[in-house]
């Protein structure tokens, strides 16, 4: 299993910009497609956007498109989350996660189960 550890959160105001960060430890980085998700209180996690193993495709929820951008460098071992325009519906806790390359299917990028290995997960909070 490969180890994620979240960092780059904090606190924002509306419309500014945080970059969160998941360093991989453990296994060979770029054995894994890789995830963002995010789950607020009362409310179940939530797909945030997804990126396959060699960074060649990215699938975003409907919510976040141009304003997130999710990235990977091989080489660093990290993910990345760039996080612009912020709104207060984008408060949260951010994990990452991994799930082996060759159980990645675009129909399951979304899919919270799929992936099996996670986070400790990074609060975002963004100030109206």
């Known amino acids: 299993q490969v180890q994620l550890q979240e960092s780059g959160g904090g606190l924002a105001q509306a419309g500014g910009s945080l970059r969160l960060s998941c360093a991989a430890s453990?296994?060979?980085?770029?054995?894994?497609?890789m995830g963002w998700f995010r789950q607020s209180p009362g409310k179940e996690r939530e797909f945030v956007a997804a990126?396959?193993?060699?960074?060649?495709?990215?699938f975003y929820t409907d919510s976040v498109k141009g304003r997130f951008t999710i990235s990977r460098d091989n080489d660093k071992n990290t993910l990345y989350l760039q996080m612009n325009s912020l709104k207060p519906e984008d408060t949260a806790v951010y994990y990452c996660?991994?799930?082996?390359?060759?159980?990645?299917?675009?129909?399951?990028?979304?899919?919270?189960?799929?992936?099996?290995?996670w986070g400790q997960g990074t609060q975002v909070t963004v100030s109206s």
């Open positions: 990126i396959t193993w060699d960074g060649g495709r990215t």
């Open positions: 996660a991994a799930r082996a390359r060759n159980t990645f299917t675009i129909a399951t990028a979304f899919t919270t189960n799929q992936y099996t290995s």
């Open positions: 453990g296994r060979t980085f770029s054995s894994y497609s």
